[in-house]
């Protein structure tokens, strides 16, 4: 019985100690890399993530960002019809091969940068979404900057070679979270062979297959894009979702399109053999009832306003406390929305994540019918009560 106790101790303490040093006995072959979570921005495993250089097409994500960004707000529609300008149709390297004059959706374009990674279709989008080439590369600059991309400046929307047009492994990392949180884009960057028709008469039927080929080394891979250029060199911004976790591997520098791949299988297969997501509250969670006082309904749900997400070590003990703050009673008339209290998770004492609770529905004050017939019927509840006892 000894002899098992001990075996299983050390073998126990192996497994600790593998589990511990496995990222840092991790040796990447490209120059640059970082593993991050998607929904928090932590990193797990970087290397020279800081070191600036030029991303080649993993520019898109940003342009893939922007348009996201203009379909969510509104402002633009994945059916609008986009007319190719002169600028856009001259774009050189991968193209969709658009012509001048020539209508195309902002669906069929957003497969030509997702996809084939076409300069022309990148370009084409950044116009439409800020009117002109120039407006959209300020504005490119502007969200890196409101994202905390601290080592980037955008020259283009397609990430073709030119002077001072930078990044880093890391803030391709945060852009890369930022365009995740887009679940409509996994529809495209996911998508392994599509049909495009281009040609000012639609004549002409391209099938556009995706530069990513780790879509088919692992199913689970979902985007987001590659790059490539002689002096970038191999470049990618990859993802994968498995459960409740989403990890995003960044690689630079790359010296060949198999390193690359290699690397980011790496770094993938290290985050989810080590690390979960766990949503403590989920958005529209419920999470108490509350009474009301004055109103047609007695109990109003109360509900989370917002996701709370941590990632968590594999196996580690989740010490975290959950701390419901909402009033015993409430007074009617209340509108779906109202903030009734908060929901903190703390760990070690420290405030890891916090929400409002709001009020699920709509809940109309009682009239002085309603008020009146309640009131007896309480009446006589409490004296059958009474006489009961």
Same mark, same amino acid.
């Given at each position: 019985?000894?002899?098992?106790?001990?075996?299983?101790?050390?073998?126990?303490?192996?497994?600790?100690?593998?589990?511990?040093?496995?990222?840092?006995?991790m040796?990447l072959?490209?120059?640059?890399? @970082?593993?991050?979570?998607?929904?928090?921005?932590?990193?797990?495993?970087?290397q020279?993530?800081?070191?600036?250089?030029p991303?080649?097409?993993v520019?898109?994500?940003?342009?893939?960002?922007?348009?996201?960004?203009?379909?969510?707000?509104?402002k633009?529609?994945?059916?609008?019809?986009?007319?190719?300008?002169?600028?856009?149709?001259?774009?050189?390297?991968?193209?969709?091969?658009?012509?001048?004059g020539?209508?195309?959706?902002?669906?069929?374009?957003?497969? !030509?940068?997702?996809?084939?990674?076409?300069?022309?279709?990148?370009?084409?989008?950044?116009?439409?979404?800020?009117g002109?080439?120039?407006?959209?590369?300020?504005?490119?600059?502007?969200?890196?900057?409101q994202?905390?991309?601290?080592?980037?400046?955008?020259?283009?929307?397609?990430?073709?070679?030119?002077?001072?047009?930078?990044?880093?492994?890391?803030?391709?990392?945060l852009?890369?979270?930022?365009?995740?949180?887009?679940?409509?884009?996994?529809?495209?960057?996911?998508?392994?062979?599509?049909?495009?028709?281009?040609?000012?008469?639609?004549?002409?039927?391209?099938?556009?297959?995706?530069?990513n080929k780790?879509?088919?080394?692992?199913?689970?891979?979902?985007?987001?894009?590659?790059?490539y250029?002689?002096?970038?060199?191999?470049?990618i911004?990859?993802?994968?979702?498995? $459960?409740?976790?989403?990890?995003?591997? @960044?690689?630079?520098?790359?010296?060949?399109?198999?390193?690359?791949?290699?690397?980011?299988?790496?770094?993938?297969?290290?985050?989810?053999?080590?690390y979960? $997501?766990?949503?403590? @509250?989920?958005? !529209?969670?419920?999470?108490?009832?509350?009474?009301?006082?004055?109103?047609?309904?007695t109990?109003v749900e109360?509900?989370a306003?917002?996701?709370?997400?941590?990632i968590?070590?594999?196996?580690?003990?989740?010490?975290?406390?959950?701390?419901?703050?909402?009033?015993?009673?409430?007074?009617a008339?209340i509108?779906?929305?109202d903030?009734?209290?908060?929901?903190t998770?703390i760990?070690? !004492?420290?405030?890891?994540?916090?929400?409002?609770?709001?009020?699920?529905?709509?809940?109309?004050?009682?009239?002085?019918?309603?008020?009146?017939?309640?009131?007896?019927k309480?009446?006589?509840?409490?004296n059958?009560?009474?006489k009961?006892?």
């Amino acid at each position: 019985m000894f002899k098992k106790t001990v075996i299983v101790f050390i073998l126990s303490v192996f497994l600790f100690f593998n589990t511990c040093i496995c990222a840092s006995a991790m040796t990447l072959k490209s120059e640059c890399a @970082v593993l991050v979570d998607a929904k928090t921005g932590k990193v797990l495993f970087s290397q020279n993530e800081n070191k600036v250089s030029p991303p080649a097409s993993v520019t898109k994500v940003m342009t893939m960002l922007l348009v996201m960004k203009a379909v969510d707000e509104g402002k633009i529609t994945l059916d609008d019809e986009v007319t190719i300008s002169e600028y856009a149709s001259k774009m050189g390297g991968t193209q969709l091969f658009i012509e001048p004059g020539e209508k195309i959706t902002v669906r069929d374009l957003l497969y !030509g940068v997702s996809v084939e990674s076409a300069n022309d279709a990148a370009t084409a989008l950044g116009e439409y979404v800020a009117g002109s080439n120039d407006a959209f590369v300020a504005m490119m600059n502007e969200e890196a900057k409101q994202l905390g991309m601290k080592n980037t400046v955008f020259k283009n929307a397609n990430g073709l070679p030119e002077n001072g047009h930078v990044t880093t492994a890391y803030d391709i990392a945060l852009m890369s979270c930022e365009l995740a949180k887009y679940d409509q884009i996994f529809q495209f960057t996911k998508t392994w062979m599509v049909d495009v028709k281009v040609g000012v008469n639609d004549e002409i039927t391209r099938t556009l297959a995706n530069t990513n080929k780790l879509l088919v080394k692992d199913k689970a891979i979902d985007g987001l894009k590659t790059g490539y250029t002689t002096e970038a060199m191999h470049c990618i911004s990859a993802t994968k979702k498995q $459960g409740d976790l989403r990890l995003i591997a @960044v690689i630079m520098r790359a010296r060949s399109a198999d390193e690359r791949s290699s690397d980011v299988l790496s770094l993938l297969n290290y985050g989810f053999a080590n690390y979960e $997501g766990k949503y403590y @509250v989920k958005k !529209g969670d419920k999470v108490a009832d509350v009474n009301v006082a004055r109103g047609q309904i007695t109990i109003v749900e109360a509900v989370a306003d917002n996701d709370i997400y941590d990632i968590i070590t594999k196996g580690a003990k989740d010490n975290a406390e959950i701390k419901v703050d909402v009033p015993q009673k409430i007074n009617a008339p209340i509108k779906a929305g109202d903030v009734l209290g908060t929901i903190t998770i703390i760990k070690d !004492g420290i405030e890891m994540g916090k929400c409002n609770i709001t009020a699920k529905t709509d809940i109309e004050k009682t009239n002085v019918f309603m008020h009146i017939g309640r009131s007896i019927k309480n009446f006589f509840k409490v004296n059958t009560v009474k006489k009961t006892s």
